[in-house]
């Protein structure tokens, strides 16, 4: 799991990680739990993408982010509060990119939402 953190680290994330653990058994991707220093519940989800099955990286990050950003859009426009804990919001990586590639595989980082 240590490479993990590694990979966690190439995000804008806040705080030291402490812990990265499976989440469920995806049939696509593979998902992690991120936790950081001082906090019991985890912080951030870390994702695998599976580029044998989207091969374009870069056409899914965009598709993702613009029905997301939509969704975000409507509930303020309905004044909806708690926005977060109701739409995917990704992290950027350290050097302003949606994704990190780490030479293998690609990764994006997410907010965990609670009870979700």
Same mark, same amino acid.
């Given at each position: 799991?240590? +490479?993990?953190?590694?990979?966690?680290?190439?995000?804008?994330?806040? $705080?030291?990680?402490?812990?990265?653990?499976?989440?469920?058994?995806?049939?696509?991707?593979?998902?992690?739990?991120?936790?950081?220093?001082?906090?019991?519940?985890?912080? %951030?989800?870390?994702?695998?993408?599976? $580029?044998?099955?989207?091969?374009?990286?870069?056409?899914?990050?965009?598709?993702?982010?613009?029905?997301? +950003?939509?969704?975000?859009?409507?509930?303020?426009?309905?004044?909806?509060?708690?926005?977060?804990?109701?739409?995917? +919001?990704?992290?950027?990586?350290?050097?302003?990119?949606? %994704?990190?590639?780490?030479?293998?595989?690609?990764?994006?980082?997410?907010?965990?939402?609670?009870?979700?």
């Amino acid at each position: 799991m240590e +490479n993990l953190k590694e990979i966690v680290s190439k995000f804008n994330v806040e $705080n030291e990680i402490t812990e990265v653990k499976p989440l469920g058994e995806g049939l696509i991707n593979d998902t992690f739990k991120v936790y950081i220093k001082g906090c019991d519940k985890p912080k %951030y989800v870390l994702q695998h993408i599976n $580029n044998a099955i989207f091969q374009d990286v870069d056409m899914l990050q965009d598709n993702i982010e613009k029905v997301t +950003n939509h969704i975000r859009k409507k509930l303020t426009e309905k004044n909806e509060t708690d926005i977060d804990r109701k739409v995917l +919001n990704f992290i950027k990586t350290k050097d302003n990119k949606r %994704y990190y590639f780490d030479g293998e595989k690609y990764w994006r980082l997410m907010i965990f939402i609670n009870d979700s």
